[in-house]
């Protein structure tokens, strides 16, 4: 593992201001979507330490993390512009290798691991996968290839595959991030977000016992790209440019997710949106409440930046990856949001994932420099980074 300590003079520094920890009270200073970005200065002594876990020099880019109660650390890697040779992976003795094994990734039919969006560690230290079944976020072939995968960790085993109905999911559905509540029915209940591009978003629930799903706030504004969000990286504006196309925005529904530390919340956002949402959990476990009625329990915070993954922790706080400005910030109450950390190689924070030791570990994949971004022109810099950062939060374990 290799870890460094940042100076505190470098512009666009790491400033782990984790003066919420220690009764902090300055605020990030915002310039405007992409003007300029710091924090203020920290009333803790020095500077958390911000560590390089992995660097991926080759191979595809990731975009999930998640970390298992003993420290065990997983990848995926979804089927986007890249040759993905294994869409779910475990960091270990410093390679990145398939797991649970090279077979389960084969991606060649729909029993089989294709391309994964997302991995998440459950409170039981199960871990699931998100297949997609898509490749590079178009229509999937069928609704077969689209399915939660469990595998167990003790034995490193493929213990449960549930697949939806039609109607929960379509063909343009793309499962993105999943969190759990296994107090809830037999065997505890899953809630997904459809980030689908194509408009089809929402949240997904399931039933783990049964493998019964059902979907809430369909195509409801609260899961749809904003169409007024614009932003800037690098100087540009963020548009789909394809060779022989005019340039599209981004549009990018319900992605991130996370569960309150008392389960009675859960926190999502679009990805083409500067707004945060939260809904009743019970409202979303009632198969029978309609729309209307889940959206009754919304309630909307604004921010001044956009968000790809969310987690969040046992003493309450939501922590929210900032792409616009490379950067992690945190939820310390309602409306109210801190810089925990920005540096000059987290381009593209997507996923994070906290460690049972209070570690945050999350993934930096240039997803912006993607050739679809830049007429053809794939612009990425290798390495693309797995960080971590130790934080006072302990996991959020919704369990019997």
Not at 31 to 45: E, R
Not at 246 to 272: M, N, Q, V, W
Request: with cysteine.
């Amino acid at each position: 593992m290799r870890s460094f300590m940042l100076s505190t003079a470098a512009a666009w520094s790491l400033t782990a201001t984790l003066g919420f920890m220690a009764g902090c009270h300055g605020d990030a200073t915002h310039g405007g979507p992409q003007g300029q970005w710091h924090a203020a200065a920290s009333t803790v002594a020095g500077h958390a330490r911000l560590e390089v876990v992995h660097e991926f020099n080759d191979g595809p880019m990731p975009t999930g993390v998640t970390v298992s109660r003993d420290n065990r650390i997983f990848v995926n890697f979804p089927r986007w512009e890249d040759k993905v040779r294994f869409t779910v992976a475990e960091v270990r003795g410093g390679k990145v290798v398939p797991y649970p094994d090279a077979a389960t990734n084969a991606g060649d039919n729909p029993d089989t691991l294709f391309s994964v969006q997302s991995v998440v560690v459950d409170p039981r230290n199960h871990l699931w996968a998100l297949d997609t079944g898509s490749l590079d976020m178009q229509p999937v072939k069928s609704l077969e290839w689209i399915k939660l995968v469990g595998i167990d960790l003790a034995n490193n085993k493929v213990f449960k595959t549930i697949r939806f109905s039609e109607g929960v999911v379509t063909k343009n559905t793309y499962i993105n991030d999943v969190r759990f509540d296994l107090r809830r029915g037999q065997d505890g209940m899953a809630f997904i977000t459809d980030s689908s591009s194509a408009g089809d978003n929402g949240i997904i629930v399931v039933d783990l016992a049964s493998g019964r799903s059902w979907r809430k706030l369909d195509k409801h504004p609260a899961v749809l790209a904003d169409k007024t969000f614009g932003a800037v990286m690098e100087g540009e504006p963020l548009m789909q440019r394809k060779p022989g196309q005019p340039p599209k925005p981004a549009t990018i529904g319900s992605d991130g997710i996370a569960i309150s530390a008392d389960g009675s919340r859960l926190f999502f956002c679009p990805l083409s949106s500067r707004a945060l949402y939260s809904v009743s959990v019970d409202a979303l476990a009632d198969e029978k409440s309609t729309d209307e009625q889940v959206a009754a329990t919304l309630k909307k915070e604004t921010r001044q930046f956009a968000s790809d993954g969310l987690e969040s922790d046992a003493q309450g706080r939501i922590y929210l990856t900032d792409w616009e400005h490379n950067a992690i910030q945190v939820r310390t109450g309602e409306n109210q949001f801190k810089t925990l950390a920005t540096d000059p190689r987290m381009w593209w924070p997507d996923t994070m994932s906290l460690a049972a030791d209070g570690h945050l570990y999350f993934t930096c994949n240039q997803l912006h420099r993607q050739a679809k971004f830049h007429n053809g022109r794939d612009r990425r810099q290798k390495p693309y980074y797995l960080f971590r950062i130790r934080t006072d939060g302990k996991p959020v374990s919704l369990t019997k």
